[in-house]
């Protein structure tokens, strides 16, 4: 029988879930071109894009021996969850660790910093400090790489061009040359993420809190394509 670990009262999560409506569209190039010069008219930028306007998302995906994670999501359940580190281009300063909630079609996230030096424990499999540093996230991770034999799965990196509009808290992002790597040791070295799984596409999506205003719903317009449950986690793990 797998162990399983009992999170001391004190250090459960006590601040409330915020979930929002998130939307995905898979696009083609020609439409990618007419979103983004809409987008760009009418809404600011995210502030860490670069000179072009975009900025490299790197992560690394957790799941159990049995593919809890990926099979939930490809089966649809309701209420799922997943594990990630994340940094951003090649600074790796400033990495953190995630935990995505799931729940009727709305998502919320849980985060914590981590050191470089962290993230390269528990990429070697040394996760002690997880469970001593006070943090409910990373105390919950550590239940679960105990319990449940979570483990980093897989490495998905993309371009990501963002842009804002405060009413609504909406966030639109254009997300383009998805890649991966089979090999969750590299996940510090960005240049190893290289396998693209879809080739030539666009991922966009629209993040909003209770209402989505009319004026991001006719900018990210797109005729006859559907909303969709699109997940690059899923897609990246075709090269398993």
Same mark, same amino acid.
């Given at each position: 029988?797998?162990?399983?670990?009992?999170?001391?009262?004190?250090?459960?999560?006590?601040?409330?879930?915020?979930?929002?409506?998130?939307?995905?569209?898979?696009?083609?190039? *020609?439409?990618?071109?007419? @979103? %983004?010069?809409?987008?760009? =008219?009418?809404?600011? !930028?995210?502030?860490?894009? #670069?000179? $072009?306007?975009?900025?490299?998302?790197?992560?690394?995906?957790?799941?159990?021996?049995?593919?809890? *994670?990926?099979?939930?999501? @490809? %089966?649809?359940?309701?209420? =799922?969850?997943?594990? !990630?580190?994340?940094?951003? #281009?090649? $600074?790796?300063?400033?990495?953190?660790?995630?935990?995505?909630?799931?729940?009727?079609?709305?998502?919320?996230?849980?985060?914590?910093?981590?050191?470089?030096?962290?993230?390269?424990?528990?990429?070697?499999?040394?996760?002690?400090?997880?469970?001593?540093?006070?943090?409910?996230?990373?105390?919950?991770?550590?239940?679960?790489?105990?319990?449940?034999?979570?483990?980093?799965?897989?490495?998905?990196?993309?371009?990501?061009?963002?842009?804002?509009?405060?009413?609504?808290?909406?966030?639109?992002?254009?997300?383009?040359?998805?890649?991966?790597?089979?090999?969750?040791?590299?996940?510090?070295?960005?240049?190893?993420?290289?396998?693209?799984?879809?080739?030539?596409?666009?991922?966009?999506?629209?993040?909003?809190?209770?209402?989505?205003?009319?004026?991001?719903?006719?900018?990210?317009?797109?005729?006859?394509?559907?909303?969709?449950?699109?997940?690059?986690?899923?897609?990246?793990?075709?090269?398993?």
């Amino acid at each position: 029988m797998i162990p399983v670990m009992v999170i001391p009262a004190m250090m459960i999560e006590k601040n409330p879930i915020h979930f929002r409506h998130e939307l995905k569209h898979l696009i083609i190039p *020609a439409e990618d071109r007419i @979103i %983004s010069e809409r987008l760009g =008219r009418l809404f600011r !930028r995210d502030s860490h894009a #670069g000179p $072009d306007g975009t900025y490299r998302v790197n992560s690394l995906y957790f799941d159990t021996p049995g593919d809890k *994670a990926l099979l939930q999501k @490809i %089966s649809g359940v309701d209420q =799922r969850e997943k594990f !990630r580190i994340r940094y951003y #281009g090649t $600074d790796r300063r400033f990495l953190r660790l995630e935990k995505k909630i799931k729940k009727g079609g709305l998502c919320s996230k849980r985060s914590a910093r981590l050191t470089y030096e962290q993230t390269e424990s528990i990429l070697n499999g040394n996760i002690r400090f997880l469970l001593e540093s006070g943090d409910a996230l990373m105390i919950e991770l550590y239940s679960k790489m105990k319990g449940e034999l979570l483990q980093p799965r897989t490495i998905v990196s993309y371009e990501r061009e963002a842009y804002i509009f405060t009413p609504g808290n909406v966030r639109v992002t254009l997300d383009r040359k998805l890649s991966t790597c089979t090999s969750p040791a590299v996940f510090l070295n960005s240049a190893a993420h290289r396998l693209e799984p879809e080739p030539g596409s666009t991922i966009l999506e629209v993040k909003y809190d209770a209402f989505l205003p009319d004026i991001v719903r006719m900018a990210v317009q797109v005729p006859d394509r559907k909303t969709g449950a699109y997940s690059k986690y899923a897609v990246c793990r075709r090269y398993d």
